[in-house]
């Protein structure tokens, strides 16, 4: 299975500033073939479903706001706010969909400092 | 508009069964990538299975030989049959749909999650 690993934990930023959350996984999730790394980040906020903000690492799903920015390839991956807003406290998420289990990062909690 | 909404949850005694059910709108769940994903109280999200177009079945470790993925065409509706449960399946369980691209899936719709209680 490959593992992914999350860091920090928890995140405490103030509003207007950059949160970076890191993704680390244990193999590759690049497909070479067609130069996609199988990425995604999802955003839960309290008391509701996961929601899909950026996949082949750095794609915006429809209505995700640009200040939602997505990097990295084979093993290292960085989701990025550039400034925090206070309906973006939440825990990210991510995830590698290249192969079976389709595991998660433990996940980070943002917060307002 | 893409609906996803769960049922079937509930308290149960461990080694006990339940079937949680799927109705989905505005989407047909037996031509995409359905998948369900758990989330223990306070904890993060586990895959737990998906049902391919194809009707291939997979299935994560943890529930391989107890839990059992399918759909119904004339309903539109996901189920996972779920036996001889454990306190450790203790979880919201959603139903999510893979979206297909360039052979991979990343889960774009999600519904609310129905919640599984196991214990004595």
């Known amino acids: 299975d490959i593992v992914m690993t999350q860091s920090p934990d928890s995140l405490a930023v103030s509003l207007g500033e950059r949160a970076t959350i890191n993704c680390k996984s244990s193999?590759?999730?690049?497909?070479?073939?067609?130069?996609?790394?199988?990425l995604a980040w999802y955003q839960q906020k309290p008391g509701q479903p996961p929601k899909l903000l950026l996949y082949?690492?750095?794609t915006r799903q429809s209505g995700v706001p640009d200040r939602f920015s997505g990097a990295g390839s084979e093993t290292d991956f960085t989701l990025t706010i550039s400034s925090l807003q206070a309906e973006d406290v939440a825990v990210y998420y991510c995830?590698?969909?290249?192969?079976?289990?389709?595991?998660f990062g433990q996940g980070t909690k943002l917060e307002i400092k | 508009e893409v609906q996803l909404v769960e049922s079937g949850g509930g308290l149960i005694q461990p080694g006990g069964s339940l079937r949680l059910s799927c109705v989905a709108s505005g989407l047909a769940v037996s031509s995409n990538y359905m998948s369900w994903v758990r989330q223990a109280p306070g904890k993060g999200l586990e895959w737990v299975s998906v049902i391919y177009r194809d009707n291939r079945t997979y299935y994560a470790d943890s529930v391989t030989g107890r839990f059992t993925i399918s759909r119904d065409k004339s309903t539109n509706t996901l189920f996972l049959q779920m036996n001889s449960l454990r306190a450790e399946d203790t979880a919201l369980y959603y139903c999510?749909?893979?979206?297909?691209?360039?052979?991979?899936?990343?889960?774009?719709?999600w519904g609310q999650g129905t919640l599984v209680t196991v214990s004595s």
């Open positions: 193999r590759s999730v690049l497909f070479n073939s067609r130069n996609k790394n199988y």
């Open positions: 082949w690492v750095s």
């Open positions: 995830q590698q969909y290249f192969s079976t289990p389709y595991t």
């Open positions: 999510a749909r893979g979206y297909l691209d360039s052979d991979g899936y990343y889960f774009d719709h």
